[in-house]
């Protein structure tokens, strides 16, 4: 089972429009980061927000922690052929066993945009 | 300042071989990662370690994968035999630990190890 589900699974656009994703789950997180991935490379972080009601902006990107911090959004305002990518959430809950705690990914959101 | 390392990039073997990733971590992180990778999945977490120690390898299927990390530093992921299943992307990631609390840091990946198994 899937701590965070994440919609759409695929996202296929035009230039010019806006998108948003969402990551959701029934468990609380303390934080909540959001990647991108590339063909054939690593994902690459974009954001971290850490307060419930969160909203943090990267240029054409906003993103929000939810109120109760269990869930999360990615909007993209005139999406670019660039900004294709995987976009992955990824929550971290505090872990019993370690001072870290761990981080758990959702299956991501595979966007395409078309020029 | 280099990136985190991993070799080899891809990997075809038969099934029942063993095939062995390396990862070179990046300078001065203390957190090493290894992160399965499905075709358009999000990484699952395999083994965590903390420096030399592994304090979270839960979902490491034992009885095939292992993984030392020998000083702290380069680490090594092995799989013996290898399955069909297995054919997978390996990803490698760093982190530098952040003093007290929950993990909250950036987590640095490498460009993985594309495994095929026929």
């Known amino acids: 089972t899937q701590l965070l589900e994440q919609s759409p699974q695929f996202l296929s656009i035009q230039e010019g429009e806006n998108l948003t994703v969402y990551c959701n789950s029934s468990?609380?997180?303390?934080?909540l980061q959001w990647y991108r991935q590339e063909p054939g490379e690593g994902p690459v972080l974009l954001v971290t927000v850490v307060t419930g009601g969160e909203v943090k902006k990267l240029k054409r990107l906003t993103f929000q922690f939810g109120d109760a911090r269990k869930d999360s959004s990615l909007h993209i305002t005139a999406a670019q052929p660039g900004d294709t990518g995987l976009y992955l959430c990824?929550?971290?809950?505090?872990?019993?066993?370690?001072?870290?705690?761990?981080?758990?990914f959702g299956r991501g959101t595979q966007l395409t945009v078309w020029p | 300042e280099a990136g985190v390392v991993q070799s080899p990039r891809y990997k075809i073997i038969e099934k029942k071989q063993p095939v062995a990733f390396w990862c070179n971590p990046i300078?001065?992180?203390?957190?090493l990662y290894w992160y399965l990778q499905n075709l358009g999945q999000g990484p699952e977490l395999l083994i965590r370690?903390?420096?030399?120690?592994?304090?979270?390898d839960s979902q490491l299927p034992k009885d095939r994968f292992s993984a030392e990390r020998l000083k702290g530093v380069d680490s090594t992921l092995k799989i013996q035999p290898a399955e069909l299943g297995d054919s997978a992307v390996y990803l490698c990631a760093s982190s530098l630990k952040l003093a007290g609390g929950p993990y909250t840091g950036e987590l640095f990946f490498g460009e993985g190890s594309r495994l095929t198994v026929l």
């Open positions: 990824a929550g971290v809950k505090p872990d019993r066993g370690s001072t870290l705690g761990r981080l758990y």
């Open positions: 300078s001065g992180h203390n957190t």
């Open positions: 370690y903390e420096n030399e120690e592994a304090v979270d």
């Open positions: 468990s609380v997180f303390s934080s």
